[in-house]
């Protein structure tokens, strides 16, 4: 007993054991209590940027539902620009026909008018403003379609649809052929058009167009075929239609019609070439 009473009393014994305490406290892992003052501080701040999100989200959707599918809103938009194109093409027809309609008139009466009016008809046909028809060729062309069990042939998804290039190698094909008058989409092609595609849809005139695409040419079947057959690239149109099952077909006509063109012939820019 005596032992211990003097080492209790031993101020450099207590010193000691006070700094090993306190060593010891800093190694093991903090008490409850200061695990909960840290709880403390990130409940504010986690509730600041909780109200921050909130907010921003609010004005954001400024009265609307983010979660919102907007695919339908596009689907309308897209309706109703179709139908303002539908629209103005048929308001613009009406005008050619009453300018044609007065035009005709006073080339009764007047003859410098008359002149003029006889030299712009004559050059219709070359521009493609008057309806032809005749014997021909049709080319079908159309994406690999889906199997019975809903599955696409093997081969990826640009092996798979119909390209801009394979529609522009069948047109040139045609005309090289000696065609006479060509229509897409029965729509007429003439010098100022352009075949141009967006994903899989073609473009044209301003109207999208989704496959099958429909390419019509009047002129020789035989030289038109045989214009096909020799092109470079509707033989790599072909070879892909047998690997990977693309619609490419090829229909003699008889008597076909292609119709005018009836879009705006104004040129909007050229290039003199030297």
């Given at each position: 007993m005596s032992g211990g009473s003097s080492d209790r009393s031993d101020p450099d014994a207590s010193s000691w054991g006070r700094v090993l305490r306190r060593a010891a406290a800093a190694l093991l892992p903090r008490r409850p209590a200061d695990r909960r003052r840290g709880w403390s501080l990130l409940v504010p701040v986690s509730l600041l940027f909780a109200g921050m999100l909130f907010t921003t989200t609010a004005t954001t959707a400024n009265g609307t539902d983010l979660r919102d599918d907007r695919r339908p809103e596009l689907a309308n938009l897209i309706t109703a620009r179709k139908l303002d194109v539908a629209t103005a093409e048929k308001r613009a027809s009406n005008l050619r026909r009453q300018i044609e309609s007065q035009t005709k008139a006073q080339a009764g009466s007047d003859a410098p008018v008359a002149e003029q009016r006889?030299?712009?008809?004559?050059?219709?046909?070359?521009?493609?403003?008057?309806?032809?028809?005749?014997?021909?060729?049709?080319v079908r062309l159309n994406d690999a379609p889906r199997r019975p069990d809903g599955s696409r042939p093997t081969g990826s998804p640009d092996d798979l649809v119909i390209h801009q290039q394979d529609v522009q190698a069948v047109v040139n094909a045609l005309w090289s052929g000696g065609s006479e008058a060509m229509s897409i989409m029965g729509v007429r092609v003439i010098s100022t058009s352009a075949v141009r595609c967006v994903g899989n849809t073609l473009l044209l005139d301003g109207r999208v167009y989704s496959p099958p695409f429909v390419v019509t040419a009047i002129g020789d079947p035989l030289l038109l075929q045989r214009a096909l057959d020799g092109s470079d690239g509707v033989r790599a149109l072909h070879a892909a239609a047998t690997d990977f099952g693309l619609g490419y077909e090829v229909k003699v006509e008889g008597d076909v019609t292609v119709p005018a063109y009836e879009g705006s012939v104004a040129l909007r820019s050229a290039q003199r070439s030297s």
């Open positions: 006889a030299r712009g008809q004559a050059q219709l046909g070359a521009a493609g403003l008057v309806a032809v028809h005749g014997p021909g060729v049709t």
